[in-house]
C-alpha cells in the first residue's frame, strides 16, 4: 500500500521524516499522543469511579470474577450466570489476584484495555495516512463520546471489546498489506479473532466485519489471499466450543426477551456515535477546505465538483433535519455519509491514496454493523444497545484520518499553524475525558436502580426487604452487605411471567441460576421460604411487577402500609394477619 499524497510528503518534510513512497515509519514522539490520551482516559476512569455506584451488570462482573473456583465460575457463566463470554473473566481472575479484588481494582481493567486500542489504532492509521490526520482521528473516537469515556470505568467487557478490536484493526492492515503472512502473523490473527469472539456476544459480528472488509479488499485489488482469510475464521471459529452455553442462554430469554425491540429511530441516531456535533464541525470545515482548493484548481476537477456539491448538500440536508426534534435521529446517517465521500474521493494531485485502500472496506463494514445488529434485533433476538457496537468507533476513525488527509490538511499546517494543532487542540480534546468526570456528580443511584440512602431513611433498621425489581436488586443487596437491612430476591416463576417488563424472564432465570451456584446466598429464595421466616418485612414495589400484588396486596393474610415513593417505586410495610397466621 503506497501512498504518494502532496499532504503526506509536505508533513514528512516538515516533521523531518523521510517522504519516500514506503509505508511510513512511526517517529517514537508520535506516541506521545497514544500516551497522551491513555492517561486521560485512565484519570477519568480513576474519578468516574469514585463517584458512580456499582450496577446491575457490574455486580455480576465482582461477584464472578470473585470467585475462588475458575472451574466453579465457567460453570455458573456456561449455564447463564451472565450474558458474556469467558474471556474478560479470566482475565479478571488473573487481574483480581495481582492487585486485588476490590471494585475499584477491577474497574482499572477497562482502561488499561482502551488504551491498548488506542495504541493499535494509531499504528493502524498511521499505515495509510498522514501524523497529524492519525491523531485527529483517534483523539476525536477515544476522548470525545460520552458512552466511550463513562465505559472506561465499568467493570465490563467493553474496554476489553475495544482493546482487541484495535489490534484486529492492525492485524487487518498486515494481513492485507504485508508481502508474505508469516506463521507469527497468521497465529496473531487467530488468537485475536478467538479472543474477539469470546469476548463480547457481538465480537462474532466483528470478527465478520473484519472478514469482510480483508474480502472486499481482495476482491478490488485481484490479489486473494486465502491465508489471511483463514486466519480470521479459524479465530472466529473458537466461538463453538462457547456454543453449547449460548444455546442455554438464548432459552432463558424465553418466552420474552432480554431488550425491547429497537426503533428505526434509534438505528439512525446510533450513527451519531455519541460525536454528532463533533463529525458535524469537523465535516463542515472539511468541505469548506475542499472547495477551497476546486477555487485554486479549477480546471480539469470536474468529478471532484461534482462530489463536493453532493457533500454539501448531504451537510446541509442533515444540518436542517438536526433542527427538526421529530427527525433529527436521521441527520447523522446523512452527516456521516457526507463524510464517507469525503474519505472515499481525493482532492486531486499525485497518485492520493485509492478509494478503496483496505482502510475504507473494512470501514465500510465495521459501520455496516449497527444495520446488522438492527436486523438481527428486528428478526432473531432484541439485542441493540449503543455500547454493544463501541468497535464501529474504528470505521469513523478511519474516514476522519482519509478525509482530512483527502483534503491536505497537513500540508496546509505550516510552521505558524502546527502549534495551534499540537499545543491547543490537540490537548484540549485530550483533555475532556478528564474535565467531564470531574464535572459528574457524586450520586448513590446505580444505573437502572435505586438510592440505598433514600431506602434507609424510610425504612426502620434491622427490617428484610424484598426487592421486585432485579436489576435494582443486585446493587442493593451488594450494597446492603454494610447496612442495618438485608434484601431478598423472590424466585417466584409465576410473577416472572406476569410481569409486563420486557426483561423479567432473563433476569428470573439468571437469578435462579445464582441461587442455584450460591451466589448471594440466603437472598435469593422461593417465596414460601422467605414468608416462613419472616412475619413482618417491607417490599421495593416497581409498578408493574406482580410479586407484590399476588402475594401480598390482594390477600387477606397480610395488612400492607406504604411508607413513600422512591422514584418509579414505592417502599411497602407488609405484615402478616391472624388470618394469614392460620
Known amino acids: 500500500m503506497s501512498h504518494g499524497s502532496a499532504a503526506f510528503r509536505e508533513e514528512a518534510r516538515v516533521l523531518g521524516q523521510p517522504a519516500s513512497e514506503q509505508l511510513p515509519a512511526i517517529a517514537p514522539r508520535e506516541w506521545l499522543v497514544c500516551a497522551a490520551i491513555s492517561l486521560s482516559l485512565l484519570a477519568a476512569s480513576v474519578i468516574i469511579s469514585a463517584k458512580k455506584p456499582l450496577w446491575f451488570d457490574e455486580i455480576l462482573s465482582l461477584t464472578l470474577a470473585s470467585d475462588p473456583s475458575v472451574s466453579h465460575m465457567l460453570s455458573a457463566l456456561a449455564h447463564g450466570a451472565d450474558g458474556m463470554p469467558p474471556l474478560y473473566y479470566l482475565v479478571a481472575q488473573g487481574w483480581r489476584r495481582l492487585f486485588g479484588n476490590s471494585a475499584a481494582s477491577l474497574r482499572l481493567i477497562s ?72 506463521p507469527a502473523l497468521f497465529a496473531g490473527a487467530v488468537l485475536c479473532h478467538a479472543a474477539l469472539v469470546l469476548c463480547h456476544p457481538y465480537g462474532v459480528l466483528y470478527s465478520a466485519a473484519f472478514l469482510g472488509g480483508l474480502l472486499l479488499w481482495q476482491m478490488w485489488s485481484g490479489r486473494v489471499r486465502l491465508a489471511a482469510l483463514a486466519a480470521i475464521a479459524c479465530g472466529a471459529a473458537t466461538l463453538l466450543l462457547w456454543l453449547p452455553a449460548m444455546v442455554r442462554i438464548s432459552a432463558m430469554s424465553r418466552p420474552r426477551s432480554v431488550a425491547m425491540v429497537p426503533e428505526p429511530k434509534s438505528l439512525a441516531a446510533s450513527y451519531g456515535f ?47 433535519v438536526d433542527l427538526v426534534p421529530a427527525i433529527a435521529p436521521l441527520s447523522a446517517p446523512l452527516l456521516l455519509a457526507s463524510l464517507f465521500l469525503l474519505a472515499t474521493k481525493p482532492a486531486g494531485g499525485n497518485r492520493l491514496p485509492d478509494p478503496m ?25 432484541p439485542r441493540y444497545q449503543g455500547r454493544y457496537m463501541l468497535p464501529s468507533w474504528f470505521g469513523v476513525a478511519i474516514l476522519i484520518a482519509a478525509a482530512i488527509d483527502n483534503a491536505r490538511v497537513p500540508a496546509m ?14 490537548p484540549a480534546i485530550i483533555l475532556l475525558p478528564v474535565i467531564r468526570a470531574r464535572r459528574l456528580v457524586l450520586d448513590d443511584v446505580p444505573l437502572f436502580g435505586t438510592s440505598r440512602s433514600a431506602i434507609e431513611a424510610l425504612a426502620p433498621a434491622g427490617r428484610a426487604i424484598v426487592v421486585e425489581e432485579p436489576l435494582s436488586f443486585l446493587p442493593l443487596a451488594h450494597a446492603g452487605q454494610a447496612s442495618a437491612n438485608q434484601y431478598y430476591f423472590m424466585l417466584d416463576h409465576k410473577a416472572a411471567l406476569t410481569t409486563a417488563a420486557a426483561h423479567s424472564i432473563i433476569n428470573f432465570n439468571l437469578m435462579q441460576v445464582w441461587a442455584n451456584y450460591g451466589y448471594l446466598p440466603g437472598h435469593i429464595l422461593p417465596p414460601a421460604v422467605f414468608l416462613g421466616q419472616h412475619s413482618s418485612f417491607l417490599v421495593l414495589h416497581a409498578p408493574g411487577y406482580s410479586w407484590f400484588e399476588s402475594c401480598c396486596a ?29
Open 111 to 182: 482502561p488499561v484495555c482502551l488504551s491498548v486500542g488506542v495504541f493499535a489504532a494509531f499504528a493502524a492509521l498511521r499505515r495509510g495516512f498522514s501524523v497529524s490526520a492519525s491523531a485527529v482521528a483517534v483523539t476525536l473516537a477515544f476522548c470525545t463520546p460520552w458512552i466511550l469515556v463513562f465505559q472506561s470505568s465499568d467493570m465490563r467487557a467493553y474496554g476489553m471489546f475495544m482493546g482487541l478490536a484495535g489490534v484486529a484493526l492492525w492485524l487487518h492492515l498486515r494481513l492485507a498489506s504485508d508481502e508474505t503472512i508469516t
Open 274 to 320: 455519541g460525536m454528532h456535533p463533533v463529525l458535524m464541525v469537523l465535516t463542515a470545515g472539511l468541505v469548506v477546505a475542499r472547495m477551497a482548493q476546486l477555487k485554486k484548481r479549477p480546471t480539469g476537477w470536474a468529478a471532484q465538483r461534482t462530489l463536493l456539491l453532493v457533500c454539501a448538500v448531504l451537510f446541509l440536508t442533515s444540518f436542517l
Open 357 to 381: 485502500q483496505p482502510m475504507l472496506p473494512v470501514a465500510l463494514t465495521l459501520l455496516l454493523i449497527p444495520l446488522a445488529a438492527f436486523v438481527i434485533s428486528r428478526l432473531l433476538a
Open 413 to 426: 499546517l505550516n510552521r505558524s499553524r502546527r502549534p495551534i494543532l499540537w499545543g491547543v487542540l490537540l
Open 554 to 582: 390482594n390477600t387477606p393474610a397480610y395488612r400492607t402500609r406504604q411508607l413513600g415513593w422512591l422514584g418509579n417505586s414505592v417502599l411497602v410495610e407488609v405484615t402478616r394477619t391472624p388470618a394469614g397466621e392460620r
